[in-house]
């Protein structure tokens, strides 16, 4: 909902704010004139830009131009990045929502392959909000017409799929928690994956907890036993271990001389 900013009571001005969520605490403090019909990917990203003790936010957040747009007049929702990729990054700033589970298929797809392409291009927080995009529509194909076992089947091994490659990219963006949560979720379905079990080792590599790594990419390893990059990484981690113990031991061995 869209309201009014005052500074107490008949001091409205130009100023507006958009209510996410439910506030109780400011009901009758406002005049609610308006509703937000498009635009919710804008709309998240300024909600979900951090900000600091007194709430401003650390990067700033600029309206460029405003106005009307009339009937006829595109909203730039869709397409908004000009790279051929036509579906809004909500599902909800849709015009129609087809109710045939195949569209949505092809929805879901269309978003990982941008977000594929992005992440060869070394473009990594594109790739991950297409990726994130990808998951959103993926969520709505469950509600839909036609989804037989075979596409859920299909839903689910896309699911681990897309959830690994947006760890990948929080890795390579240096976020190795955000990865971590991902390869957990990408495993959770019970879909055998080496790649999500190699991910989640790197996350584990990279905050340190080289047990854990050495115990993700030893199961990565059953999976795939012929895989160059899961041996590599694992004698990394194998090594760390055994450093790791080497240095407890004379820790040990001099508190007790």
Known sequence: MVSMANTGPNSNGSQFF??????????????VFGKVMKGLGVLRSVEHNPTDEENHPLREVLIEDCGQIQDDEDDGVAGFFKDGDMYPDY??????????????????????NFGNNNYKKGDFKMALRKYRKALRYLDICWEKDGLDEDKADYLRV???HILTNSSACK??????????????????????HAKALFRRGQAYMAL????????????????EPSDGAIKKELGIAKKKVAEKKDKERQVYARMFQ
């Open 18 to 31: 958009i209510a996410t969520t439910r506030l109780p605490h400011l009901d009758g403090k406002h005049v």
């Open 91 to 112: 599902p909800a700033d849709l015009d129609e929502q087809p109710p045939c589970c195949s569209w949505w298929i092809d929805a879901v797809n269309s978003s990982k």
């Open 158 to 160: 896309m699911k681990t």
């Open 171 to 192: 890795l390579k963006l240096g976020d190795a928690k955000g990865a971590l949560v991902d390869t957990d979720f990408a495993t959770r379905s019970g879909i055998k």
């Open 208 to 223: 340190n907890d080289v047990e854990a790594a050495a115990a993700s990419f030893e199961r990565a390893l059953e999976l």
